[in-house]
């Protein structure tokens, strides 16, 4: 059942209007998400804000007039509140209150899907209560009724910060554990010296609709926040031949909590391992500036920011006047369009071409296998029968650290 939420907002001294409707827009959105009803929004603009009370107190009476008026059963704050905060404003509204973080923590707690996604949750949702616990008050007793007290944990979210303590080092050895294997299978994938492409993106951005087409998968594809939270990977072939492994990861969102952030290290770790970046952007959504600069400085705190980044201006079908992208190399594009996806494939052969190092070899027509190996792992631009020797010439271009270097003979 859907509850109803009455919605806090204050627009900060350094806000302007139209990046603060665009923020409470996403507030919105993201309540929605986790299947609330926004009956009510209550905006207040501050020089700063109140320490105690987050707004003001004649703000708060009047809060307190609509949440009996329209029966809410949730009050959402769009920024962090400190213990205080939280407390103070449940006392006062006797309602259930949580901030934007707590929503967030919410949604990626219904979307986990996997054992690590699942621990990865609980483990960020019991880091962010702990300095809080004290500002839950009667709220905790009632954990697992509605937005804000789902996860995987919430039956074990008692008020004794030595269990949530204990309960934490659990899950982070159970963490570690699952992050090992993770690194085992990366380890193989390196060693096989598979090319590796991630998909990045602001959250909703079209990354899992792309992925699917491209790799012709069944990941959730939904128009709301976060519908894909557990990376996937799967195989594709470049044009020229290049076999590549390419992996959709959980979308990225302004003031991401920084619990989360860290918990979810290791899951954006695949971004890190990358060889190259495929960062999509909803073309269509009017701060799409804003989503691409929230990637791209995400990126930058990963040290991903080196790696070869092609921009995919999506939707463009939803465009109703001429685009201007502002990243360099990009594309716009249509997700669903067939055409699209081969111009992204061959856009990004011709990226990675350009950062390979080029390559002349002779290879004996009886030594199918190294042939085979260089149609596979590089970029082969020309192969020709060379009849006196009986073998092929051939050139191209090969990813500067590979191990088939060794093995060519250069001519």
């Known amino acids: 059942m859907e509850e109803k939420v009455l919605l806090i907002v204050v627009q900060h001294q350094d806000q302007d209007d139209e990046r603060f ?32 009370l987050y707004l003001g107190d004649g703000k708060l009476q009047e809060i307190e007039q609509y949440v009996e008026e329209l029966d809410i059963d949730l009050v959402i704050s769009n920024d962090e509140l400190t213990a205080s905060q939280l407390r103070n404003i449940a006392d006062r509204l006797q309602v259930r209150t949580i901030d934007r973080s707590q929503l967030i923590l919410d949604i990626f707690a219904q979307r986990a ?11 960020a949702q019991l880091q962010y ?66 090319f590796q492409i991630a998909i990045v993106g602001y959250t909703n951005a ?4 792309f992925f699917n087409r491209i790799t012709k998968s069944q990941s959730l594809e939904e128009n709301q926040l976060f519908a894909t939270l557990d990376p996937m990977s799967r195989s594709i072939q470049l044009p020229c031949g290049l076999d590549a492994i390419i992996t959709d990861t959980v979308g990225f969102i302004q003031d991401l909590p ?18 190259f970046i495929l960062h999509v952007v ?53 997700a669903y369009d067939p055409i699209d996806h081969r111009r992204v494939l061959a856009k990004m052969e011709d990226i990675i071409t350009e950062e390979w190092e080029g390559y ?14 260089l149609n596979h792992n590089t970029i082969i631009e020309e192969q020709t029968f060379n009849e006196g020797m009986e073998g092929y010439d ?18």
């Open 258 to 275: 920084t619990t989360l952030i860290a918990a979810f290290r290791s899951t954006l770790e695949e971004v890190t391992e990358a060889d």
């Open 282 to 334: 909803d073309a269509s959504h009017p701060d799409h500036q804003q989503h691409q600069a929230t990637v791209n400085q995400l990126l930058t705190e990963l040290e991903a920011d080196k790696l070869p980044i092609l921009t995919v201006y999506n939707k463009k079908d939803l465009l109703s006047e001429d685009f201007i992208p502002s990243a360099y190399p990009s594309l716009t594009i249509s």
């Open 129 to 194: 209560m702990l300095p809080r616990l004290h500002g839950q008050g009667h709220g905790l007793s009632r954990l697992g009724g509605g937005i804000g007290t789902r996860g995987p944990g919430e039956t074990k979210l008692e008020s004794d910060r030595r269990h949530i303590r204990r309960r934490i080092d659990d899950i982070k050895k159970k963490l570690e554990t699952v992050v090992n294997q993770r690194n085992q299978y990366r380890k193989r994938r390196k060693a096989n010296k598979a």
């Open 206 to 209: 079209g990354k899992s609709t």
């Open 394 to 411: 051939i050139q191209g271009h090969i990813a500067p650290e590979h191990p088939l270097k060794y093995q060519m003979k250069e001519q």
């Open 360 to 373: 002349q070899t002779f290879v004996p027509a009886s030594n199918g296998k190294l042939l085979q190996q």
């Open 21 to 52: 409707h665009y923020s409470l827009d996403e507030l919105q959105s993201l309540t929605e998400t986790a299947k609330g009803n926004v009956m009510k929004i209550i905006t207040q603009k501050r020089d700063r804000i109140h320490s105690a």
């Open 113 to 123: 899907n996997t054992k690590e996604g699942k621990l990865q949750v609980e483990l």
